[in-house]
């Protein structure tokens, strides 16, 4: 019985495909490639012989849900997506623990890191991202981790019962999930944000400010407007100086400043990249023989770090690689959220107010309940919810839309297209310089 699922070649021997089918090859075996896999399998299951190599010792599994099994809310086994059993069952050959150090493209050919050499037809990059650096010295010392995959968690895990005072560089989603999952195992935990604001590319600073004080009732402080300059100890971080001059008492660090695509490779194989792997509207790169998706790549000076535009890819490309199918890859507005238990956040599109904007402002203080919509010619164009997410789905398919709305304005001013219109007559449509909206 042939070995469907591979950890290692460690003999070097050949791969033996079956030669009916053309080869797919899928380089990285994160939430991308599992995703296209389920929907090409989906439209033909036998349309292909694919192979997957991954630098991970463990199949495809949910990044977004690290947060959680940091916080001791999961298990490891629940982070899986696709099992070594599911392989098998749909005959995918899995090359775990192995990376790709060379493509031939005149070949067709590839070789990993342990000798392993495979030809393909069609070479898909789902290489992803790698953490984004910070210029601070010290990170050599132990303790000081990425936020990344689950050997990061893995990591953090092991020396976290020991800890006292944590650091999270980072107020974005990624730094502030991490953060709670800390505060969760009772390490007394600092966020450092460069920014005026947590989640400042989200929200604006009023419901910044509302998110502060919702995380420091969760056990999370926030330093703002400062970087970390330093880190210091002899073999273990001890302490950080930021560049405020600050010093803190530290002795766990993460670092969740974003992502950066991962295009190490696809340089070396000279595919046209930029900030990622370029991609045509098929998601084809500059290579006729190799597709790209997810965050590795950009398309039209866009790169990507959230899941839906990635399941959108997904699907245009699996249309393309089973049918032949030519349907253009559309960007579109994709929601936040923000996974802490408690705070409710509802974020899409674009939260900068321009002068002719027109803007609806419902805040309830005392319940911290802030809701805010900004309309542009008369589209919904940007979305802000805070306290009370209701209807947030309903709005986001508005903004989606871009149909024009004046229809909908006396509703929307209610910020739930539900209650009274009575309330609906005491709000008003804004401008830059009058936010006020609705006060409820």
Request: proline fraction near 4%.
């Amino acid at each position: 019985m042939r070995n469907i699922v591979k950890q290692h070649n460690p003999m070097n021997s050949p791969i033996h495909t079956n030669l009916k089918k053309p080869h797919l090859v899928i380089i990285g075996c994160g939430m991308a490639c599992g995703k296209l896999l389920e929907a090409l399998i989906k439209r033909d299951a036998e349309h292909y012989h694919i192979s997957v190599i991954g630098e991970e010792n463990t199949p495809n599994y949910n990044r977004i849900m690290l947060s959680p099994l940091l916080a001791g809310e999961i298990t490891q086994e629940a982070l899986i997506l696709n099992s070594l059993a599911w392989y098998e069952a749909n005959r995918i050959t899995l090359y775990s623990g192995e990376k790709v150090i060379h493509v031939n493209t005149d070949r067709k050919s590839l070789t990993t890191d342990v000798g392993t050499e495979l030809c393909y037809d069609h070479l898909v990059f789902a290489t992803g991202s790698r953490p984004a650096k910070i210029p601070a010295s010290g990170q050599h010392l132990k303790n000081i981790f990425a936020f990344r995959t689950l050997k990061d968690v893995e990591g953090i895990l092991q020396v976290v019962h020991k800890a006292k005072k944590a650091l999270v560089i980072g107020g974005g989603l990624l730094g502030l999930e991490a953060a709670y999952g800390l505060a969760l195992q009772g390490v007394h935990t600092t966020v450092i944000h460069r920014s005026s604001h947590l989640l400042n590319r989200q929200l604006d600073s009023a419901a910044g400010a509302l998110l502060q004080t919702s995380m420091e009732a969760l056990g999370v402080n926030s330093i703002l407007n400062d970087e970390v300059a330093s880190f210091e100890g002899s073999e273990a971080v001890k302490t950080a100086t930021l560049k405020s001059g600050l010093t803190l008492s530290v002795d766990l660090v993460i670092i969740a400043t974003g992502i950066t695509p991962e295009i190490t490779l696809a340089r070396q194989v000279s595919l046209a990249c930029n900030r990622g792997i370029k991609v045509d509207d098929n998601l084809l790169t500059s290579d006729a023989n190799i597709s790209a998706l997810g965050e590795c790549i950009e398309h039209k000076n866009t790169t990507f770090g959230l899941v839906a535009p990635i399941w959108d890819q997904v699907e245009i490309l699996a249309d393309r690689l089973i049918y032949s199918r030519q349907s253009p890859y559309v960007q579109r507005p994709s929601p936040t959220k923000l996974k802490v238990s408690g705070i409710d956040l509802f974020s899409a599109g674009d939260i900068s107010e321009k002068t002719d904007d027109q803007v609806i402002l419902i805040q309830d203080t005392a319940s911290h309940i802030y809701r805010k919509f900004i309309l542009r010619n008369q589209r919904l164009v940007g979305i802000v919810l805070f306290g009370d997410v209701q209807g947030g789905n309903t709005y986001f398919e508005l903004l989606d839309s871009q149909q024009p709305i004046p229809h909908l304005l006396p509703p929307l001013l209610l910020g739930d297209l539900t209650t009274h219109s009575a309330i609906a007559e005491s709000a008003h449509l804004g401008s830059e310089n009058d936010l006020t909206g609705a006060t409820l």
